[in-house]
T-cell receptor, first 115, second 112 residues
Framework: AQSVTQLDSHVSVSEGTPVLLRCNYS??????LFWYVQHPNKGLQLLLK??????LVKGINGFEAEFKKSETSFHLTKPSAHMSDAAEYFC?????????????FGQGTELSVKP | ETGVTQSPTHLIKTRGQQVTLRCSSQ?????VSWYQQALGQGPQFIFQ???????GRGNFPPRFSGLQFPNYSSELNVNALELDDSALYLC???????????FGSGTQLSVL
């Protein structure tokens, strides 16, 4: 069965410092992986998506993620945190090939950004 | 902001009652997926509708049911509400099997 595990429930960084949100996945085939962000009282927004075209995926707002098959990881990074990055982040796997919409979400990582 | 709208934004019900949540999909999208997000958890897939037919279901009991209308808007119905049904219910629309989903802001359901 496919699943994702987010290794940190809460991450706190200072503004201007790097962000690292960790995610490991479990899948019996090459999966589609995503990162979504959820700001308070707002819907989920897609940050980026991996579908095997390239191992380093660039997303919106300066975020990127690297797919490492040997480590079954898909960590999310950003070189310099901004106050507006404070939100809940979800690592997501699509368990059914070519059947979008039926996603499996991780438990989430809350990112706090200190001034 | 996405073009997906959900109503109502908040709802309070008592145990045993029934509830209907509504979702209008983004223009041009023919697939609607529903998710339940309990407090402090990631969203869980409830079911998906594609062109008015159920197209996959997660691990939820039959008292969770849905509809999709010809204009691709959708309803989620929950019968015999339980306290554990208290959660944020999210609707997402997409085009066909596209994995890129556009989420609404959700309906916060409280069951007392």
């Amino acid at each position: 069965a496919q699943s994702v595990t987010q290794l940190d429930s809460h991450v706190s960084v200072s503004e201007g410092t790097p962000v690292l949100l960790r995610c490991n996945y479990s899948s019996s085939y090459s999966p589609s992986l995503f990162w979504y962000v959820q700001h308070p009282n707002k819907g989920l927004q897609l940050l980026l998506k991996y579908t095997s075209a390239a191992t380093l995926v660039k997303g919106i707002n300066g975020f990127e993620a690297e797919f490492k098959k040997s480590e079954t990881s898909f960590h999310l990074t950003k070189p310099s945190a901004h106050m507006s990055d404070a939100a809940e982040y979800f690592c997501v796997v699509s368990p059914f090939y070519n059947q979008g919409g039926k996603l499996i979400f991780g438990q989430g990582t809350e990112l706090s950004v200190k001034p | 902001e996405t073009g997906v709208t959900q109503s109502p934004t908040h709802l309070i019900k008592t145990r045993g009652q029934q509830v209907t949540l509504r979702c209008s999909s983004q223009s041009g999208h023919n697939t609607v997926s529903w998710y339940q997000q309990a407090l402090g958890q990631g969203p869980q897939f409830i079911f998906q509708y594609y062109r008015e037919e159920e197209n996959g279901r997660g691990n939820f009991p039959p008292r969770f049911s849905g509809l999709q209308f010809p204009n691709y808007s959708s309803e989620l119905n929950v019968n015999a509400l339980e306290l554990d049904d208290s959660a944020l219910y999210l609707c997402a629309s997409s085009l066909g099997a596209d994995e890129k989903l556009f989420f609404g802001s959700g309906t916060q359901l409280s069951v007392l």
